[in-house]
C-alpha cells in the first residue's frame, strides 16, 4: 500500500513518515503531497499564536480535552523555528501537555523548519494538508511568536485565536507586531492576574480601530470585496469576542472552545470559508511557483559560478542587484538547451 | 545633483526620500541601490532585538545617547511589520526616544514592509546599505518581536544584541525561537527585578550548551569551517557576555557600550567581520535573484491564467503543486520568445 493509501486509511506510523519527508524538504513529498490533496478540505483548520510566557501548551491542553470529549479528532502541530537550544522547551511543552498522551483520536507534532526555500509557512501548509487528509476533524497550528511569520502562518487558518495575557504592555506589541489583525478570537489567559480589565477594554478598542480602517476602502478591502463579489458570498461582519481564560484551572475554556465552533458556522454560513480557503491555497500555489522556479535556477547555475559571483561583489567590482539581474540573463541564454 | 549623489552626501531629504522609494519597492529602488553600493562597507551593523516589552525603545535611547557623546553618527531603522493598528505604539516609542529628536547626528525611521517579494528582510538590508552610504558610522536596527522573520534580519547584522527582561519563561521562549543562537551580546533589562541572577544563570546554561552544539561538527559549522579556511581567518571564539541593565536609570549602559565595541573589533581582528559580510551579501544576493525571477514569472503569466488554475485547483482537479509545475513548462515554453 502507498504512503499516501496509508496515511488516508489512518495509519499514525505513515503520517509521522510523510510529516519528516516534508519538514526535510524531501524530493518525494512533492509527490506525497499531490496525491493526498484531493482528500483535503474536510477538516477545520486552528491557529493558535500570542506572545511568549501567555501559557499557549496548558491552554491547548484544556482546550483539546474538550474537543476529544465532543467526539472529535485533533491533529495538533507546534511550530518550531529550527533551535539547538529548544529541545528543552519543547519537552517542557509536552509535559504541559501529558494528559493527552496515549490517546489514539489525537495526533502532536513539533514541526521544525530545515527546508529554506518557502520557509516554515509553506512547510506548515503542506503538513496541515496531510492532517487534514488523515481524517483529523481539527487541525490546530500552535506558533510561538509575534512575528512577520506567525502572522503569515496564522493567516492560513481558518480560525485565528491570538492568546495574550493581562498588561498594557504586551497589549501594544500584539498589536504592534500585527497580529491582532488576524485575529478571528482574543483569549486573556491569567485572567486571575491583575489589569485584566484594562487590557480587555484596551484590545476592544484596538479592535474596534482596527474594522473601521479595514472597511475604509483600503487596497486590501478592495481586493477582499471583489472576491466577495466573484464568489457571491455574504460579508456579514463577525465582531471578534475577548475571552477571559485560567487555562490551569480550564475556567472560560467552554467558552473558547464554544466561539470556536461559532466561528467556524459563521465562516460556513456566510461563504467566508470559500474566500479563505482561496487565499489559503493561493498563498500555497504561489509559493510552490517560487519554489520550483528557484530549484530550476539553482541547478542551473552551479555553487562555482556562484561564489564567482560573490568574489566579485565582495570586491565590489559589482554589486548584488547587477549580480542578479547577470545571472537570471545567463539562466535564459542556457535555459532551453537543458529542457527536451 | 542624482538622488544617489544627495544621499551620499548626507541630505537627510533625500535619504528620507530614498527609503521610502524602497518601502514602496518601487522600480527606481534597485537602481539607487546599484549606485549606493560601492559607497557602503564602513558602518557597524548593530542589530537589536528581543520579546516585546522589555524596554528595547528606552534602552536604545540610553545608549544611542552615549554613542553621540563619543562622536558617532548614528542611523536608526525601527522595523515594523506592516500594521493598522500600530501607528499608536510607534508613537509610544518615538516618545521613549524624545532625548534623540533635533539631533543632526542621528537618524530615525521606522520601515514597513509593503512589499511582499523578499520581505522584511530584503527591505531592511536595503534600507541599512542606504544608511550605511549615507556616512553614519553605526547603523542599528531594531525588530520586534522572537520569530523567524526576526531571526533572519538579526542574522545579518554584524553585532547582534538580543535584549531579555528577568523571568525564566520569557528566556526559554527566547531560546526556543532560536533567538539566543545568533547574540553577539545578551542584554537582561529591567535587572532591577527580582529572579535577575536566576535568569542570568539559566541563559548562561543555555549558551555554553548551544556553543557546544555549535562546535560538534554540525552542517553549519562545517560550512562556516569552509568559508573560514577558504578566507584563511582565525576563527577563535567570542564568549556571549549577558550585561545587565536598567535602560531607565542609565545603568549598564556603559557596559553595554563597551562590549559593543569590543565585539566589533573582535570580529574585525579575527576576519570575522569578512565572513559576516560574505554571508551578508549571499543572502542580500540570493533573495534578489528569487525576487528577479519571480518578477519576470509575474510578468509572462496574466492574473487571468492565476485566477484559471486557482479555480481549477479549487475545484479540485488539480492541486497546487501540480499547477505550479505546469505554470513553470507554460514559462519555459513562452520564455525565450519574449527575450530578444
Redesign the interface.
Known sequence: MSLTKQIISGDRRALAQALTLIENDDHSS?HI??DV??HT?CAHLIGITG???VGKSTLINSLAKLMRKSGDKLGLLAI???????Q???L?DRIRMKDLLGDEGIFIRSMA?RGVLG??SSTTAAAVDLLDAAGFDRVIVE?????????DIASNAQTSIVVLCP?L??S???????I??IADIIVINKSDYPEVNLTKSYLRE?ID??SA??TSG?ETQNIIDDINEKLDTDSSIWEVPIITTVATTGEGIGDLFEQLLAHYEHIKSTGEIIRR??SR??A??ES???????T??SQMLSEDY?LR??EV??E?ET???????N??KH??TN??GD?D
Request: charged share 20%.
Open positions: 512533492q503531497l499531490t490533496y484531493r478540505g506572545i511568549p510566557g518550531d523555528p529550527s533551535s539547538q537550544f529548544s528543552g522547551a519543547i517542557g523548519s520557509g516554515l506558533t510561538v511568536g509575534v512575528g512577520q511569520s506567525e502572522v498588561g504592555g504586551d501594544i506589541q500584539a498589536a504592534k507586531s500585527g491582532l489583525e484596538m480601530i482596527g480602517a479595514q483600503s480557503r482561496h491555497l493561493r500555497i500555489f510552490q511557483l517560487r519554489k520550483q522556479l528557484y530550476k535556477l556562484c559571483q560573490l561583489i565582495m565590489r554589486d548584488p542587484y547587477t549580480a542578479a539581474t545571472c537570471i539562466f535564459e535555459y532551453i529542457e
